[in-house]
């Protein structure tokens, strides 16, 4: 049996050989497999890296996206594929070395649709702040009741894994990735997954590690990005559950803080119910930030910031999807 394992790409040079590494400790056979690196045409030394990488492994190969997004990415390797699995990676995370091995095998065993594992958070150069942001990528009031990120104890239906491990027929039965999607466009596809009847599962055996954003203003700009592609996903696709409630959550609690504001010409009590609002908000961030100081000595400091910046730039990002939206309605697109 061949295995395709398609990586978007862009920019990697600092994560690009630790992520290449792990694949390479992989226990599958490199007769068996191919590895397609679709780039979007990086402007640093990724390429480079990974030229030197192809000299020594002819499996790995390196395709150009010039489209530069991630769902066209994977319409480019999935068409080039020559796999009867198809396993989608990313370059910021990395891998033990069964883990295409036991997805392949329980892709078989539980005849599922598509399959992942649990999902766990950590950084490359750990800091008292790179810790304090990799524990509220993990954390519950941080990213909510996600299963791939709480994790599991026996192999169990889900909406959503992250990347993916498909046979190569559920693309020609459900339909390649929407390339109008920048973001979303794993749950996209497996929500789409779902509605055809197919079957998500995410089992214990293995995980892989992420590795999360360092600094504030990047987890800033990518949650931003995460919370404005949640609006315009659901306007693509027309379809609500293209996306889970907990997705929007941060957009409430933004909305929550700027409405009554909005509306205190009318009556200056409206002040109260955005005072109200921060009021809870942050009585509970102080409560959940210091039983994680307890219990994990990290900087509350840096805990505070972490958590603030995650749900204000996602809320925020969710906003601007809405005049996005507007905007685009306007324009009749």
């Given at each position: 049996m061949k295995l395709s394992v398609i990586c978007p790409i862009y920019n990697e040079e600092k994560y690009i050989v630790p992520f290449l590494d792990s694949v390479l400790q992989q226990d599958f056979s490199h007769d068996d497999m191919e590895v397609l690196l679709v780039d979007g045409m990086s402007r640093d030394r990724t390429r480079q890296v990974i030229s030197q990488y192809i000299a020594k492994y002819p499996f790995l190969r390196l395709l150009d996206n010039p489209e530069r997004t991630a769902p066209c990415a994977m319409n480019v390797g999935i068409k080039e594929a020559k796999g009867e699995v198809i396993i989608r990676l990313d370059a910021h995370a990395l891998y033990p070395f069964n883990y295409f091995s036991t997805l392949v095998t329980r892709l078989y065993q539980l005849n599922a649709d598509n399959i992942g594992c649990v999902l766990n958070t950590d950084v490359l150069n750990k800091t008292p702040k790179t810790l304090a942001i990799r524990e509220v990528l993990s954390n519950r009031f941080g990213v909510g009741n996600s299963s791939f990120r709480t994790g599991v104890t026996s192999a169990c239906e889900v909406d959503t894994v992250p990347f993916g491990c498909w046979r190569r027929e559920v693309?020609?039965?459900?339909?390649?990735?929407?390339?109008?999607?920048?973001?979303?466009?794993?749950?996209?596809?497996?929500?789409?997954?779902?509605?055809?009847?197919?079957?998500?599962?995410?089992?214990?055996?293995?995980?892989?590690?992420?590795?999360?954003?360092?600094?504030?203003?990047?987890?800033?700009?990518?949650?931003?990005?995460?919370?404005?592609?949640?609006?315009?996903?659901?306007?693509?696709?027309?379809?609500?559950?293209?996306?889970?409630?907990?997705?929007?959550?941060?957009?409430?609690?933004?909305?929550?803080?700027?409405?009554?504001?909005?509306?205190?010409?009318?009556?200056?009590?409206?002040?109260?119910?955005?005072?109200m609002s921060l009021g809870a908000y942050l009585v509970t961030l102080g409560g959940v930030s210091f039983t994680i100081w307890k219990t994990k000595r990290l900087n509350v400091f840096y805990l505070l910031m972490s958590f603030l910046t995650l749900h204000l730039s996602y809320g925020w990002g969710s906003l601007m999807g809405i005049f996005k939206v507007v905007g685009l309605k306007i324009q009749g697109k």
């Open positions: 693309f020609q039965k459900y339909g390649f990735y929407d390339k109008r999607l920048v973001r979303n466009q794993d749950i996209e596809l497996n929500k789409r997954i779902k509605r055809g009847g197919g079957h998500i599962f995410i089992i214990p055996d293995i995980s892989c590690t992420y590795l999360a954003r360092e600094t504030f203003k990047a987890l800033a700009k990518n949650n931003y990005g995460n919370g404005k592609w949640n609006i315009l996903t659901v306007y693509y696709t027309k379809y609500f559950s293209s996306l889970s409630v907990r997705h929007f959550i941060p957009l409430a609690f933004v909305l929550s803080l700027l409405l009554p504001v909005v509306l205190m010409p009318i009556n200056l009590w409206f002040g109260v119910l955005s005072l």
